[in-house]
Each structure stands twice: as C-alpha cells, then as structure tokens.
C-alpha cells in the first residue's frame, strides 16, 4: 500500500516513497523532475530511475546523504515508516545549491561535455573560491580529492603544490604566497612545469568576465619527450656528418679545378653536380648545428658597437657572386649620417646572407633586391625588399619554424633548407630586437629587422 499522492503533492521539495518491497513507488511533480521523469510515471518507472541515481545499494536499505544531480547537490533526509498499513521509506531531496564539479546551474550536457575533455580546466571566482573543475584536472596535479570542494577556498590547492615541490626550491609558505598574489591580482600568464612525479604541464591561467579567473592544463609530457629527442639526434647526426662532408666537398673541389687531371665533359658535368649537392648538404650541416646551439644558448655572441651601413654595404658585396649569377641586382639605401648600434657583427652578417639570398632567389629575373637602413628614437631598423611573387597566407603563419617551405619551388629552381629564417628569427631575438614580414603574393615580400641602439652592458666585447 502506498500512501495518496495528495499528503505531499504540494510540498515544495522533491519526495519520493518506495515501499519495502520495492514493488510500489510515489513521487510528487518535483520528485518526476528530480528523476527525469514525467509526471505520473509509474511505480516501475520510479523505482528504476531511483536506482539509476543513487545505487542500488541505497534502494535495498543503505543510507546515502546527499547525491548530485547534474549541477545540484541535494542533501537527502530518509524517513522509515512501519505501520500496519503502510511499510517503506519516504526520501526528501533538500537542495544545498551547486555539486562538486559544476557552477550554479550549469546543464548536465555542459558538466559531462568539461568532465570529457582531455584539458584539465578550474575556475575560480572574484573571491578565490573553487566554482568548478574536471576530473582531467584533478588528475593532471596528482592532488587528494578533499582539497577540491565546492565554494572551498583556492589556498589549500596552491599550498599542497608548494608542500610537495611543484613550485621548485624554495620556502613553501612564500612560494605559495607569491602563486596566490598573482591569481588575486588576476594576472594572465602561461608556462611549463615538471612536477615532481616527472610530468610536464602547460598551464595558463586567463582571467574571464565578472572576475573570474580560469585555469587550464595541458599534459605535454610525450611531445616534449619527442621534441628532445628529435633534437638530439638532429644534433648527434649533424655532428657525425660534418668531417666526412668537408672531406667530400673539399676532394669534389679539388676535382672541379683539374687537380685530378684532364676530365671529360660529361665527367665534369657529374662533378660539378657532386659538388653542388654536397655544398648544400653542408649547409643544412651547419644550418643544423647553428639551430641547436641558439637553442642551447651555445652560440656566442660578441656585441660590439657598429657603423651598420658599413656592415649592411658589406653584406651585400659578399653576397653579390650569387645574386648576379641569378641575374639580380642589389641596390642600398642608408643615411648619409652613421648609424651606430651595438651588434654582433659576424652574427648580423649572417642575417643579411639568409635575407639576401631569398630575395635574390624568390624575385624574377633581371629583379632587383633593395636594403634600407632608417633609424628612429627608439632603434634602428633594416629591411630587405623584393618584387618578387610574394607568399601565401598560409605559409607566412609557419614561416619561422623549421623546415618550413612552400610548395613550389624559387625563381630560379634553388632548393633552401628551410631552416635560415629560423636562425634570423633567433639571431635577431638575441639582439633583443624583432624580426617582421610584409608580403603579397604577385606583389613582393618586405623583410623588417628592428634592432635596440644598446645592449645588456655585461654582453658587451670591452
């Protein structure tokens, strides 16, 4: 026997009765609500559905005392009745606002969309407080799941961090404090860490309308493992090639200027194509080399003051043997007033070669290339510009990774090693300045070079 719906139809929380034997259920309209249900369902409906949401441990007689409904928390208060007319239990769902893994309201489809991401996402609202977070982030910090509580405060979180070590070396208290500051002052801000169970993480943290603040975390653990190991072998086989490269070039030039005697035609052809490849070969070499030493912070830098025109005319005369075998020409445009800036000169010079060269080998024939110097209040700036076909889109927004290349090969069918505007781009970054790109594909392509007058005085040749 169950009781009328009409004792608790009205009341305003969700209620619902099952009696013992689990064959006969009731719910008031919220109670269907709670459920999924419609209202009116029948008791096989409601005992099924309750199962499905609190166990079916709970509905055989175990007590549980609260449950989450997707973005709710209800706190349950179970009522046993046993008359001789009427056996089960009466079950009220109070409700005590957001669950643990979900802001105010938010739809179930949105909690189980954040709980499937692979990114570990919190959010924190303007007074510090934990309003939500998903499973991925949880477990990304390797973290005891009682730090993380609805409405709980962010402190404890940071605080274990620095406890075990997150943070690096250091007072834990201080560490912890500093962490806290910049999450209160809502500074954005991204970075990598590598916990102290080997992990790397890439955190960000951006700050989000009505002062809230959102964390993000990405594990990056196997693409950074990847990328070391890449660039060890990059380096390890770069280094293997090189000697035996310079003895094969150096004997192919031997052989090109007839110190092996007298060659057929057809024979010098090949040795000339010999040549050709293996001096290409030891450029990516050394191109390879140059790129894992910028990365290292292995190359040396000498900085010096420098009358840059002059280095800007002098690059152009070491270039000119190629730019005219391709039929271009070189113009210069400078001040007639030194311009001085403190550079390293060598390193520069190796600017302006990779710049030259892929002006000279992108423009059309009988093209000319043109450098200018201009200075201003704040540094000074070179640019290196071509009429040339210009670049697509989509291989400006790769153009300073390695390897890059388009898809069509120069003007004048001169295969690069796609890695010198990487080295200009670190060559540059090292000056403390910035290199840019101004192209139009038909148009032209203009390369900009801005350079500080000075430099860090410990960095300076005395």
């Not at 005992?47 to 509905?59: I, K, W, Y």
Request: aromatic residues 6%; charged residues 25%; contains cysteine.
């Amino acid at each position: 026997m169950i009781p009328p719906a009409s004792l608790f139809a009205h009341v305003p929380v969700p209620i619902i009765f099952i009696d013992t034997d689990r064959q006969s259920a009731l719910a008031n309209d919220h109670g269907y609500g709670l459920l999924g249900l419609s209202t009116g369902a029948d008791s096989p409906a409601i005992v099924a559905a309750l199962a499905r949401l609190l166990g079916d441990e709970h509905s055989r007689g175990a007590v549980t005392n609260e449950v989450d409904v997707g973005a709710r928390r209800y706190r349950i208060e179970t009522r046993e009745i046993d008359t001789p007319d009427l056996s089960g239990r009466m079950l009220l769902f109070h409700d005590d606002g957001a669950g643990p893994a979900g802001a105010p309201d938010l739809p179930p489809h949105i909690k189980a969309t954040i709980d499937n991401l692979d990114e570990g996402v919190m959010l924190v609202d303007r007074h510090q407080h934990i309003r939500l977070w998903n499973d991925a982030f949880l477990r990304m910090l390797d973290l005891p799941a009682r730090l993380f509580r609805q409405d709980g405060e962010i402190m404890p979180l940071i605080r274990a961090l620095a406890d075990r070590g997150d943070y690096g070396p250091g007072d834990p208290v201080m560490l912890a404090e500093q962490i806290a500051a910049n999450v209160r002052a809502r500074k954005a801000a991204e970075g990598e860490r590598q916990m102290t169970n080997g992990t790397i993480i890439a955190a960000e943290w951006l700050p989000i309308r009505d002062g809230y603040f959102l964390f993000r975390l990405r594990n990056v653990t196997t693409e950074r493992n990847a990328s070391r190991f890449k660039d060890e072998l990059i380096a390890t086989v770069s280094h293997e090639l090189r000697t035996p490269l310079t003895v094969i070039s150096g004997a192919l030039s031997l052989l090109r200027a007839g110190a092996g005697g007298q060659t057929e035609p057809r024979a010098a052809e090949l040795i000339d194509v010999a040549y050709r490849n293996s001096d290409r070969l030891t450029r990516l070499v050394n191109d390879l080399l140059d790129v894992d030493k910028l990365q290292s912070d292995a190359l040396d830098f000498r900085f010096e003051r420098t009358d840059i025109g002059l280095l800007l005319a002098s690059s152009i005369e070491q270039n000119l043997p190629y730019s005219q075998g391709l039929g271009i020409r070189i113009e210069i445009d400078i001040p007639d007033e030194a311009v001085i800036a403190e550079v390293d000169p060598d390193r520069l010079l190796q600017v302006m070669s990779n710049l030259l060269s892929n002006a000279a080998k992108f423009s059309h024939r009988d093209g000319r290339v043109r450098v200018r110097l201009r200075s201003s209040a704040s540094g000074v700036r070179i640019s290196v510009i071509d009429k040339g076909r210009g670049m697509s889109p989509e291989f400006c927004r790769r153009l300073f990774t390695r390897f890059a290349q388009e898809n069509r090969g120069s003007e004048h069918g001169q295969a690069g090693t796609g890695l010198g505007l990487v080295i200009c781009k670190s060559i540059v970054e090292k000056h403390s300045g910035r290199i840019l790109v101004d192209t139009q594909e038909g148009i032209g392509t203009t390369f900009h070079v801005d350079l500080p007058y000075h430099q860090d005085a410990a960095l300076l040749v005395l």
